[in-house]
């Protein structure tokens, strides 16, 4: 499948905002599943399970972030070529 891109190799607006949409959908329930694990662990609420799911959510939305910033990465690349 093509992705959809301008001249310059950047994607177009509307898949540019597709994505940035789906990122903020996965990433939002991660943000606010870590933070609200975090805040039990801090208050001395400490279980097995609080510390997986915390150390999960986190890694999950550290992948997130990672995939963001290639991303982002890769259209700035794109845009310096030109």
Known sequence: MKRE???SGAPRFGVLVAMIAGFVTVGVPLVALAWHNVNHLLAGDVGEVRILIAVAAT???GG???VLARLIERWTDVKRET
């Open 5 to 7: 891109t301008n001249a």
């Open 64 to 66: 997130v972030l990672f």
């Open 59 to 61: 890694a999950g939305l």
